[in-house]
């Protein structure tokens, strides 16, 4: 059994209107001092077996392709086991 | 023979009829492509119509890029055939890669639906020879993830290369980067239109009938071509 | 362990939580009677659901049954009251299929899934009819605009219905808002649905044919809004407000865009013997109501529901609210087919039971009885209370209260006037809608003919022929509260012109009843009151009511919601071309008004931002409203008019400013003899319009209005040029003579702010 967590986000570059809504929320809120917000994905996928060879590439590539938009998303892709 | 464009529908997909509707009006037949089918049906050209097609679900237009029907259609986009991706459409071909660029949320974070004023900047793709340069049109606009981004050096060589085919005018409804409301791809023949032209087809229920030109234009490539 | 029939039968002195499920000590002897036993745990669950008041109208059912009492003789209804929605023949072999259903308290706790929710019920009580949705209105209600609780609800309601809406592909077309302090803490979001269909698409929801199959398709059942029912419609919040928070159904607009696509084509395919969409009380009632309607039997395994939380009990699957899911009777030869359109469109399918001819509604969980029941017990044969109602103590002193010169100062100069005009049309009642509006998709589907801010929304229905129809929904709660059975009739009397000054004529009626509580005698009198105003009036005016909507409980504490009887009357056009839109076009048209004004102010928008509720409310004209509705629809069909506005809330002052935001041109008038300037331009009699007509055509129309008896009176004309003289060069200017001006800008600016100063740009 392996449990890969794919994060998503905005590239830096990127306006994140969502994100600047949530910090303003925050400031409201009482929590001072927060100089950024950037709103994300995660993604959870359970997978029988490990995650290895092959499978290991086409995972990576698809956290690439499907899961994140390139040209404004970047991920990170971590693996538990 | 009338020219014969296909309109595919996706799950989720909304003006498709719109879309079949305007080609009727501009004097073509309609096709009607279904996402699971990878047949084009002899058409001469392909509208991938608004609408939320699977929900908009992971990112709009991502799922939809793994249609059946798609890989033939960025196939045959990439040697020549005319397709126009209207809203959710043109986040399928950004999705695909037949153009640069992506679509993002609204900067003000809301739906917009409004009567939008735009400007025809360039009339060399297939499916804008029948405005004039320059043109000033009304056609509706609405979307929630209409924002068009795209990196410093790609907007430049868009504009360079004179493959903005449409800038907002008084006042930008979702923060698209440099006014953009549509884009080609080098060749001319692949187009993404965040506004719907096809809901600008009827006196009686659009705001004007500006959005009929886009239609009319690749009819006229197609009989250039045949 | 399964509580089973075997083991009630055995357990008959068992302690149930009636109580907690939301009923009373006499509905559970009831429920032991009807079995000769006591109900096993499901069965509770059940009766508790489908015996709550949002459910089962137990408070409201004697009153209600007014509307099929005095229904009038029409040859228009197809349908009638009873079904899903009701259905109206509009010519052609086309039909109509419109209702309007409230989900107010969802949308006090979770505003954008509440308001969400209720579109996506609304919408697939619509398909359960065989119709295609074909248009949205939403009419809502909220406290004072500028109240903190509003900014909360407000905006993730609007948010909601549009998300919803615009993912399903439905045009929005109309609707209400309007803001109280009577709602301060009860919000009221009324959705409404229209569809066409071709007469041999109707379908009803009975399950008929001993052997046919019962097919659960759409999404998975979940948790969603267990006890929701029971709930939430059935008491009132109490003061503590949002901190009771019980599930909610959360919608999914993607699955019910499948839905709607596969229902339509298993209609159309002919494979559907009947079918009923699960709203409130999922399970408990689609398979109830369907076998009551049918052969009176069914036979359930509800272990073969597909479960998107594998935990969930029995109980808990027959009180699940989870959306998008409807159900199908199907003949064994046609279920193939059936499941095969369901993968077409990826939407799950599974048949979960049988039609039956025992006459008893059973279901087996694991191979054991755990339901075992008589159908119409639960579905049809519910308590009906006759609830005690008196006429509340201070009506008299409230009625009496009239917004008299003497008791209210009125404005009598010009620039008190001009005051008046501006402080109306920039208060939040009468200020322009477009910062909800513009968060609606209006034009898919390509057949909006006319949509907010126009008087009605209009939808073509058919391409080639152009016929169409119209609806719009009305309510004035501050008319229903001075008097409710003048305030029911004053609703339908501004839907019924509303349509009819679009064009249309106008043919059935829905409603939303909305009130306190049933157990508090003086709300009940009001609903007493306003039922049987609603009927009388559907009467005389000859359009029946097709079906409707009750919602109870709307009050915090002991102070009830002002009665909120909201009216949708819809109308048909034979050419859409021919449609009235509220703007003039040309310099020269004349501007008339057709009806009389007299000094009506109670409950008016003028009283109300004097702070004053009292009196009586405008007199209702029956008679009247037909003649000028005969008039308007003539005018329209006949091309006698450019343009026309029916006249409400704020009077002839806002009406003539809302033309004028319209148009964008100017306009010059002058208050006609003999009569106050304040009265004229602010007074809210009824049964008047505004109407605007090219001069060819003016004796034409002014000899058609004496023939029948209308007064029509000129009263402007639209001119594009007034700025210079006026001292406004260049702008568009409208001008009452000896009284004031106003540039159309400024107009504007006065009406377009509110909305986004309060809730955001």
């Known amino acids: 059994m392996a449990r890969v967590v794919v994060n998503v986000a905005l590239k830096p570059e990127i306006l994140d209107p969502q994100g600047r809504a949530v910090q303003g929320a925050l400031g409201r809120l009482g929590l001072t001092g927060v100089s950024d917000v950037r709103q994300g994905k995660q993604f959870i996928i359970d997978l029988d077996g490990e995650l290895e060879g092959d499978r290991a590439g086409l995972m990576e590539k698809l956290a690439g392709e499907l899961l994140s938009n390139p040209v404004i998303e970047d991920f990170t892709l971590t693996v538990e086991n | ?226 | 362990m399964t509580d089973t029939v075997d083991t009630a039968k055995e357990s008959p002195d068992t302690e149930q939580p009636w109580a907690e499920l939301g009923l009373k000590q006499d509905e559970y002897e009831s429920i032991k009677e009807i079995l000769g036993r006591r109900p096993t745990s499901s069965e509770l669950a059940m009766y508790s659901v489908m015996w709550s008041e949002h459910c089962s109208y137990k408070s409201s059912k004697v009153h209600l049954r007014q509307f099929g009492d005095k229904a009038p003789k029409t040859d228009v209804l197809l349908v009638g009251i009873g079904e899903n929605a009701g259905v109206v023949d509009i010519g052609d072999g086309w039909a109509v299929t419109f209702k309007v259903e409230s989900h107010n308290h969802p949308s006090y706790v979770e505003p954008y899934q509440g308001a969400a929710t209720g579109v996506g019920g609304i919408v697939r009580d619509i398909i359960s009819m065989g119709a295609r949705p074909i248009a949205i209105m939403d009419s809502l209600r909220f406290g004072p605009a500028d109240a903190p609780d509003t900014k909360r609800v407000l905006p993730g309601v609007v948010a909601g219905i549009g998300g919803y809406g615009n993912c399903l592909g439905l045009p929005n077309i109309g609707g209400e808002l309007v803001f109280d302090e009577s709602y301060a803490g009860n919000p009221l979001v009324n959705a409404l649905c229209i569809g066409s269909m071709k007469h041999e698409d109707i379908h009803l929801a009975s399950a008929k044919g001993v052997g046919n199959l019962v097919v659960l398709y759409g999404a998975r059942t979940g948790g969603d809004g267990i006890g929701g029912v029971s709930v939430l419609a059935s008491e009132t919040f109490d003061a503590d407000g949002p901190a009771k928070r019980p599930s909610v159904q959360v919608g999914d607009p993607f699955m019910e865009k499948l839905l709607i696509e596969a229902t339509l084509e298993v209609l159309h395919a002919g494979l559907v013997e009947g079918i009923q969409d699960l709203g409130g009380a999922g399970i408990s009632c689609a398979t109830s109501e369907l076998a009551s309607n049918g052969e009176g039997g069914m036979h359930v395994y509800l272990d073969r529901v597909l479960l998107r939380d594998a935990s969930l009990s029995p109980e808990e699957i027959l009180m699940s609210e989870s959306q998008e899911r409807m159900c199908a009777v199907v003949t064994p030869e046609k279920i193939d087919a059936f499941m095969v359109l369901c993968k077409k469109w990826d939407v799950e399918a599974v048949v979960i039971g049988a039609v039956t001819d025992s006459g008893r509604l059973v279901i087996e969980w694991h191979g054991e009885t755990i339901v075992d029941v008589p159908p119409r017990s639960v579905a049809h044969d519910g308590p009906v209370y006759n609830r005690p109602f008196h006429r509340p103590s201070w009506q008299d002193a409230l009625q009496a209260d009239e917004p008299t010169g003497e008791r209210i100062p009125r404005p009598s100069t010009p620039e008190a006037l001009k005051q008046t005009l501006i402080d109306l049309i920039s208060s939040p009642n009468l200020v322009s809608k477009s910062w909800v509006t513009s968060q609606y998709d209006r034009y898919v589907m390509g057949n909006t003919i006319l949509a907010q801010p126009e008087d009605a929304g209009m939808i073509r229905v058919d391409e080639e022929s152009g016929l169409g129809v119209a609806i719009s929904t009305d309510c004035n709660s501050r008319f229903a509260k001075l008097d409710p059975y003048a305030g029911a009739q004053l609703a339908l009397a501004e839907s019924y012109r509303n349509i009819s000054v679009a064009g249309a004529k106008p043919l059935a009626v829905t409603n939303c009843l909305n009130f306190g509580s049933p157990e508090d005698p003086e709300v009940m009198w009001q609903f007493a009151q306003a039922t049987t105003g609603l009927a009388d009036a559907c009467l005389e005016l000859g359009i029946p009511v097709t079906g409707g909507n009750v919602s109870f409980y709307n009050q915090t504490g002991d102070t009830a919601i002002h009665p909120t009887p909201v009216v949708g009357v819809l109308g048909v056009i034979d050419d859409v071309d021919r449609r009235t839109p509220i703007a003039w076009e040309d310099d020269g048209e004349l501007i008339y008004i057709l009806g009389d004004t007299a000094d009506e102010f109670a409950g008016s928008e003028w009283a109300h931002l004097q702070g004053h509720l009292g009196g009586l409310p405008p007199k209702v004209n029956l008679p009247m409203e037909r003649l000028l509705s005969e008039i308007m629809v003539a005018a329209s069909r006949d091309g006698m008019i450019s343009a026309a506005h029916d006249v409400s809330d704020g009077g002839v002052g806002v009406a003539i400013t809302e033309m004028a935001l319209r148009a964008n041109i100017g306009a010059r008038f002058w208050i006609p003899d003999n009569i106050d300037p304040f009265v004229f331009l602010f007074s809210e009699s009824t049964a008047r319009a505004i109407a605007v007509i090219a001069r060819t055509e003016e004796l034409r129309f002014t000899e058609m209005c004496a023939a029948r008896g209308m007064s029509a009176t000129r009263f402007g004309v639209v001119d594009s040029g007034l700025g210079a003289d006026s001292g406004y060069p260049g702008e568009q200017v409208i001008v009452i003579d000896s009284q004031f001006t106003f540039t159309i800008a400024a107009l504007r600016t006065a009406n377009e702010a509110t909305l986004p100063a309060l809730f955001g740009g």
């Not at chain 2, 959710?88 to 153009?99: A, K, M, R, T, Y």
Request: proline share 6%; with cysteine; glycine share 10%.
């Open chain 2, 1 to 226: 023979m009338d020219a014969r464009i296909g309109v595919v529908t996706f799950p989720g997909s909304l003006d498709d009829a719109d879309a079949a509707r305007a080609i009727r009006i501009a004097g073509a037949t309609p096709v009607a492509l279904w996402h699971g089918d990878a047949n084009l049906h002899d058409v001469d050209a392909v509208v991938l119509p608004g609408g939320f097609s699977y929900g908009d679900y992971l990112r709009c237009g991502a799922i939809a890029k793994f249609a059946p029907v798609m890989s033939l259609i960025i196939e045959k986009a990439q040697v020549g055939l005319p397709v126009l991706g209207i809203c959710n459409g043109f986040q399928i071909l950004c999705e695909s890669h037949l153009l640069p660029g992506a679509l993002t949320r609204n900067d003000h974070q809301h739906f917009i639906c409004r009567d939008q004023k735009l400007r025809i900047e360039s009339t060399e793709t297939l499916w804008t020879t029948d405005f004039a340069p320059g043109q000033e049109i009304i056609i509706p606009l609405k979307n929630g993830e209409g924002g068009f981004v795209a990196s410093e050096a790609i907007l430049d060589e868009l504009f360079a290369e004179n493959r903005v085919i449409a800038t907002y005018l008084d006042g930008n409804p979702n923060g698209s980067y440099r006014d953009i409301a549509g884009i080609s791809n080098k060749a001319g023949n692949v187009v993404g239109l965040m506004p719907h032209p096809e809901h600008a087809v009827e006196e009686l229920t659009g705001p004007t009938t500006d959005g009929i030109p886009f239609f009319t234009s690749v009819l006229k490539s197609l009989v250039g071509a045949s």
